[in-house]
């Protein structure tokens, strides 16, 4: 069984910094396209930023020049630097992995993590 854990949110002011960290922990041979999404209240889980097993990523409009996804892929980690917060940023914050391989050599869609709360206010 494959687990994702999330750290690193909290509460911080407009135009603050936190960088967020998602590590995947069991037993699987590599994991495809990782990611972060982002749900606020009453509103659609959204994706913030993405970034393939081969070093491509992309970001939503919203967040473009302001965040950085980055994987550390000999870890099984990825991170989210987010610089100049604002307070439309504030959301719960989800890991994901799109595919895992495992060490059978099959296939496993879409593995999440239990979300990590960002609040951006003053």
């Known amino acids: 069984q494959v687990q994702l854990v999330e750290s690193g949110g909290g509460l911080v002011q407009p135009g603050g910094s936190l960088r967020l960290s998602c590590s995947a922990s069991g037993s699987f041979f590599s994991i495809n396209a990782m990611g972060w999404y982002r749900q606020a209240p009453g509103k659609q889980r959204e994706l913030v930023a993405g970034?393939?097993?081969?070093?491509?990523?992309n970001y939503a409009d919203s967040v473009k020049g302001r965040f950085t996804i980055s994987r550390d892929n000999a870890k099984n980690t990825v991170y989210l630097q987010m610089n100049s917060l604002k307070p439309e940023d504030t959301a719960v914050y989800y890991c994901n992995a799109d595919r895992i391989i495992t060490i059978a050599g099959t296939n496993e869609y879409d593995y999440w993590g239990q979300g990590t709360q960002v609040t951006v206010s003053s």
């Open positions: 970034a393939a097993s081969g070093g491509s990523t």
